[in-house]
């Protein structure tokens, strides 16, 4: 299964775009890239999914170069209420059940 | 409507007791999970079950027990516990265990679990 890596933590502001890279080095064909959101106290919550390119919903974006070895999630004008620990996750299409989290990236938001 | 609860969502108790932790969804999905979050954060998959048959078991002790009444319950008994069982659990769901866009986890809202 793929490793990632992500920064520990970041912070911003509200009303900025926040950007968050995962690097996963050894991602397979049949690897899909998946993020999800951990608020304090509450189990984690899918945000976006994605195999190439980018995939947008409204919530969040997702950009995947050519090469799949990396990816970027993008939080359009965040707001106290993102601040959470976000995961990103390299799921194999054939075996998802055994899905691994990392240590996550701590965004905190400030005024 | 809660898709995934648990209960209890505090479970304090004294080393060596054997304890239980319940885990619903209502979602209709056919694989469930029990994840074990430590106090580093570090969110460890310990068993996975697809229509009550156990489909991964982590090198978790033994005695964790997972069990699966029917595919919309799976319950989790611990014997003996110990100083380093103290963790958030977490129950989650997928509507399949085969990967891909469908393959969503929904989590429950954890136990927090304290051994004295």
């Known amino acids: 299964l793929a490793k990632t890596t992500q920064p520990i933590s970041m912070d911003s502001y509200e009303g900025q775009e926040v950007n968050i890279t995962c690097s996963h080095n050894?991602?397979?064909?049949?690897?899909?890239i998946t993020w999800y959101q951990q608020f304090p106290s509450q189990g984690p919550r899918f945000i976006i999914q994605g195999y190439k390119t980018k995939v947008t919903n409204e919530v969040a974006s997702l950009f995947i170069p050519a090469d799949r070895k990396s990816s970027t999630l993008s939080l359009p004008r965040v707001s106290l209420s993102d601040t959470a620990v976000y995961y990103c996750?390299?799921?194999?299409?054939?075996?998802?059940?055994?899905?691994?989290f990392g240590s996550g990236t701590r965004l905190s938001i400030r005024p | 409507d809660t898709a995934v609860s648990q209960t209890p969502k505090y479970l304090v108790t004294q080393m060596g007791n054997d304890k239980s932790i319940k885990c619903e969804q209502n979602?209709?999905?056919?694989?469930m999970y029990w994840y074990k979050q430590d106090s580093k954060k570090f969110l460890k998959i310990m068993f996975s079950y697809n229509n009550k048959e156990l489909i991964i078991n982590e090198t978790v002790p033994n005695r964790f027990s997972p069990k699966s009444p029917d595919k919309a319950h799976l319950n989790l008994h611990i014997n003996s516990l110990e100083l380093g069982d103290s963790a958030v659990y977490f129950c989650a769901s997928s509507q399949t265990w085969e990967g891909g866009p469908t393959d969503t986890q929904y989590f429950g809202p954890g136990t927090r679990l304290t051994v004295l």
């Open positions: 979602l209709g999905h056919d694989t």
């Open positions: 050894n991602i397979a064909t049949n690897d899909y």
């Open positions: 996750l390299v799921v194999s299409y054939s075996s998802a059940s055994k899905i691994i």
